[in-house]
C-alpha cells in the first residue's frame, strides 16, 4: 500500500515537474517579445509575400505565440541582411530572415574576403522547391535560348548574390549565350519595371514561384518569352522550355551548373544567425513547418502562388548546405573565375 502510494506521488511528481517545465519553455524566450522575421529584398517581391503570409501563422506554432513582425531589409540580394545576421541580430532564436536562393551559394563563390560560410548558420527551412527561368519581355527579338547565343541580351540583376546576377554569367560560360547583365536593380518590382520600360530584354535567374506571386498576370497574357530553365529537373508547367543542364555539351560544365542550380530544391529560405540554442532552434523549425501544414496558410498560399507550398524541413535545408559547402575546391575555383562576383 505505502509502495503504491510513493509511485503515485513520484508520478504526480514528475506530471508536475514536466508541465512547469513546458509552462517555464512556453513563457521563456517567446512569450511577451517580438518575433522577426526579416526580409532580404523589397516590397511586394515574392520573398516578402511569402514572409508576410508566414508572419501571420507561425506566432502560434512557437512557445508564447509571440508577437511575429515584419521588417524589409532589402540590399546587395540579400548580403545586406545576411551580414545582419551573422554580426548584429540576437541569437536566441527570434530573429530570422527571408531569402532568395542567390545568398545561399555567395560565400561559396564570392571573390570577396567573407569570414563565414551559410553552412555555419542555423537552417529553419524552405517554402518551395522550384525552378528558375531566363525570360525576355514578349515584344523582344530574343525569343528563344538560341536567339540569346547569337545576339546580345539584357537582363536585370538585383547584385552580386542574386541569381539574377549568377545565372546569365553562368551561361555564357556553358552554353556561350550573350547576356548582357545590368546589376544594381534594388528588388524584383524593380527588375520588373526595368524590363517594361525597355531598360533590359528581360530577367535571367527568375524562380517560378516569385514569378507567379508576383506577376500572374504575366504569364496569363504571355508577356514572357521563357528561354531556359535552371534547375534539376524541369518545372511540370513548364515541359516545353529546355533545361540547361540538358544543353550544356561537356560534363565539366553540366558539374559546374549542378553546384549552381542545387539551391533551387531550397527556394525561398530561411535562416536564423549561428549559434542559436539546439532547443530554440529545434522550436523555431518546429513552428515553421507547422505553419506550413496549417490549412489556412496553404489554401492562402495556393491562392497567391498558384500552388500549394512544397517545403523542406531545416534539418533537411542545413544536411544540402553542408554538401554545397564541401564542393571541391577546384570546382569552386572554376565558379570564382567565371562569376567574378566581386565586379
Known amino acids: 500500500m505505502t509502495r503504491s502510494i510513493l509511485l503515485r506521488a513520484l508520478m504526480l511528481t514528475g506530471a508536475c515537474m514536466s508541465a512547469s517545465f513546458a509552462q517555464a519553455q512556453s513563457e521563456g524566450y517567446f512569450k511577451g ?32 505565440e509571440p508577437s511575429v513582425q515584419v521588417q524589409l531589409m532589402p540590399g546587395a540580394g540579400g548580403v545586406r541582411l545576411v551580414e545582419h545576421l551573422f554580426q548584429v541580430a540576437p541569437k536566441d532564436g527570434s530573429f530570422i530572415g527571408a531569402f532568395a536562393t542567390g545568398p545561399i551559394i555567395e560565400p561559396l563563390i564570392s571573390t570577396r574576403e567573407v569570414k563565414y560560410k551559410i553552412s555555419d548558420f542555423t537552417a529553419i ?43 546569365p554569367l553562368a551561361l555564357n560560360a556553358t552554353l556561350g549565350t550573350k547576356f548582357k547583365l545590368i546589376s544594381g536593380y534594388v528588388g524584383t518590382q524593380e527588375t520588373i519595371m526595368a524590363i517594361e520600360r525597355g531598360e533590359t530584354d528581360g530577367r535571367c535567374g527568375w524562380g517560378w514561384s516569385s514569378l507567379r506571386s508576383s506577376k500572374p498576370d504575366w504569364i496569363r497574357d ?90 523542406t524541413s531545416g534539418e533537411d535545408m542545413q544536411k544540402l548546405l553542408n554538401e554545397m559547402y564541401a564542393t571541391p575546391p577546384d570546382v569552386v575555383a572554376k565558379l570564382k573565375a567565371i562569376l567574378k562576383t566581386d565586379k
Open 33 to 64: 517579445k517580438p518575433f522577426i522575421i526579416a526580409v532580404g529584398g523589397t516590397a511586394g517581391g515574392g520573398i516578402d509575400i511569402g514572409a508576410r503570409m508566414m508572419s501571420r501563422f507561425i506566432g502560434k506554432h512557437l512557445p508564447g
Open 125 to 167: 527551412g524552405a517554402l518551395e522547391k522550384d525552378v528558375s527561368f531566363c525570360t525576355t519581355w514578349h515584344t523582344s527579338p530574343i525569343k528563344t535560348i538560341a536567339d540569346a547565343q547569337k545576339t546580345e541580351t539584357t537582363v536585370a540583376g538585383t547584385g552580386a548574390a542574386s541569381s539574377t546576377d549568377i545565372f
Open 222 to 311: 504571355k508577356k514572357l518569352n521563357f528561354l531556359v530553365q535552371l534547375g534539376l529537373e524541369k518545372h511540370p508547367d513548364a515541359m516545353d522550355v529546355p533545361l540547361a543542364i540538358d544543353l550544356i555539351p561537356d560534363q565539366a560544365g553540366k558539374q559546374l551548373m549542378r553546384v549552381l542550380v542545387a539551391p533551387q530544391n531550397i527556394t525561398r529560405p530561411y535562416l536564423a544567425p549561428p549559434g542559436i540554442p539546439a532547443d530554440r532552434a529545434r522550436e523555431v523549425r518546429g513552428a515553421f513547418m507547422a505553419a506550413l501544414k496549417d490549412p489556412a496558410l496553404v489554401a492562402e498560399f495556393t491562392k497567391v502562388m498558384g500552388e500549394e507550398p512544397t517545403p
